[in-house]
T-cell receptor
Framework: AQKITQTQPGMFVQEKEAVTLDCTYD???????LFWYKQPSSGEMIFLIY??????QNATEGRYSLNFQKARKSANLVISASQLGDSAMYFC???????????FGKGTMLLVSP | DAGVTQSPTHLIKTRGQQVTLRCSPK?????VSWYQQALGQGPQFIFQ???????QRGNFPDRFSGHQFPNYSSELNVNALLLGDSALYLC???????????????FGSGTQLSVL
């Protein structure tokens, strides 16, 4: 079974609008960490935001926020006021206890138009 | 503050050859993880090196091997290359084997390997 599922292969948004990128995850462990990374065409994976399973509040980092719904096992990334430079691949990832590695989803390509 | 650096950026090999990719971690980091990212896919974990030893390994054959040096830099070696090994190989660095749940991985820009 897929540990991380990103169902949107591609998303389009106009500049200055908000966009939500979906992510669902699968784990039986009550303790886990969720990450979002951005990958521009240069290839480098850039960390955006982190949410711990026991965090009481949704994580926010500038224009990025994470809509964490634990019961539904979803961790959607919300980008407010999209910019042209936000055009990139976005990956959701999870870390479980005992595993220092990250498990990634297949990603969502976001295109921001003027 | 230098980030994660990888070399070379691009590489073309033929089937059956061997390849070595190199990675220098971010300053202050002591752990290196390698990922393979096939076209249109998310990164897949290959293995992690900490204290010059392989600590964890993903589902990759033993044609994939690695090494970590005392200065924390690392190499990924792939023997007997197959067409399916064509991918972007990403190196990620972290501290103390990324044992904390919230430990971020810092990635390099990758090496694009093409096997013909």
């Amino acid at each position: 079974a897929q540990k991380i599922t990103q169902t949107q292969p591609g998303m389009f948004v106009q500049e200055k609008e908000a966009v939500t990128l979906d992510c669902t995850y699968d784990t039986s462990d009550p303790s886990y960490g969720l990450f979002w990374y951005k990958q521009p065409s240069s290839g480098e994976m850039i960390f955006l935001i982190y949410q711990g399973s026991y965090d009481q509040q949704n994580a926010t980092e500038g224009r990025y926020s994470l809509n964490f719904q634990k019961a539904r096992k979803s961790a959607n990334l919300v980008i407010s006021a999209s910019q042209l430079g936000d055009s990139a691949m976005y990956f959701c990832a999870m870390r479980e206890p005992g595993y220092s590695t990250l498990t990634f989803g297949k990603g969502t390509m976001l295109l921001v138009s003027p | 503050d230098a980030g994660v650096t990888q070399s070379p950026t691009h590489l073309i090999k033929t089937r059956g050859q061997q390849v070595t990719l190199r990675c220098s971690p971010k300053s202050g980091h002591d752990t290196v993880s390698w990922y393979q990212q096939a076209l249109g896919q998310g990164p897949q974990f290959i293995f992690q090196y900490y204290e010059e030893e392989e600590r964890q390994r993903g589902n990759f054959p033993d044609r994939f091997s690695g090494h970590q040096f005392p200065n924390y830099s690392s190499e990924l070696n792939v023997n007997a290359l197959l067409l399916g090994d064509s991918a972007l190989y990403l190196c990620a660095s972290s501290f103390r084997a990324a044992s904390q749940l919230d430990e971020k991985l810092f990635f390099g820009s990758g090496t694009q390997l093409s096997v013909l």
